[in-house]
Nanobody, 114 residues
């Protein structure tokens, strides 16, 4: 079973930045799309951004121009650089491989508040 370990969250003021990282114990990591998701209190989990094996990216409209997803196929990590954070970005952030049915990791909490 693939394990997903997210890190890098924290408390930040509006306008601040954070960089999230996810380590996947996926021996075929480099072959597949990986994605970041988030779940805010009382809301469903939503897709934030994804990245293909070759580096093509896709973003939710709410984060375009502020977030950047990247990956390192050698290290089997996927990262999310988050700039100009807003209170509505507050959520638990998770990474996963879409459609793979992997168990979710513990996520990393991002709180944007003054």
């Amino acid at each position: 079973q693939v394990q997903l370990v997210e890190s890098g969250g924290g408390l930040v003021q509006p306008g601040g930045s954070l960089r999230l990282s996810c380590k996947a114990s996926d021996i075929v990591f480099g072959r597949y799309i990986y994605a970041w998701y988030r779940q805010a209190p009382g809301k469903e989990r939503e897709l934030v951004a994804d990245i293909t094996r070759s580096g093509t990216t896709n973003y939710a409209n709410s984060v375009k121009g502020r977030f950047t997803i990247s990956r390192d196929n050698t290290e089997t990590t996927v990262s999310l650089q988050m700039n100009n954070l807003k209170p509505e970005d507050t959520a638990i952030y998770y990474c996963n491989r879409p459609n793979a049915a992997f168990s979710w990791g513990q996520g990393t909490q991002v709180t944007v508040s003054s």
